[in-house]
């Protein structure tokens, strides 16, 4: 059985106030650690416990098994344009919001400051070792996609 993304942070969540017997939040330097945990590098795989637990965070190139579907089209879908393009290929009649609408509705349910800001300062919480270790544990995946890691290296 395929857990949902949130039911599985809810347990690792519940978990982590068990271990400690205090009611703390969760950070998300704790989500790093779980997820890097799980690597087995001799295998180059998360545990399976852990991919089952949600999709959310799994490797892609588990996920993925191109042989047991007939694609018609293989794409990268990077920015809204790529999205936008491929819609119309497929002939999907749905065009994406304005940017103006966007940002409007982001401001409306702006809570804590700019994204920018949250992800630098939750990325600054993580050891470096963990940091490393979580590079790893998508490697693949950033390799199989094009991405340039030499910059985090």
Not at 45 to 68: K, T
Not at 126 to 142: C, K, Q, S
């Amino acid at each position: 059985m395929m857990m949902d993304g949130n039911l599985a942070v809810s347990k690792l969540f519940r978990r982590l106030k068990r271990r400690s017997g205090v009611r703390q939040t969760v950070r998300f330097s704790h989500f790093v650690r779980h997820i890097t945990k799980s690597y087995d590098p001799k295998k180059g795989v998360m545990d399976r416990n852990v991919r089952i637990g949600s999709d959310h965070w799994a490797e892609y190139f588990q996920l993925c098994d191109p042989c047991s579907v007939q694609y018609d089209i293989i794409g990268h879908l990077e920015e809204k344009e790529d999205a936008s393009n491929f819609l119309k290929l497929i002939g999907a009649n749905f065009t994406f919001p304005s940017l103006e609408s966007v940002n409007d509705t982001a401001e409306r349910h702006r809570v804590h400051g700019d994204t920018a800001q949250k992800m630098k300062e939750s990325y600054a919480e993580v050891e470096e070792a963990d940091l490393r270790r979580l590079l790893e544990v998508f490697r693949t995946d950033a390799q199989l996609f094009g991405y340039d890691l030499t910059k985090i290296d």
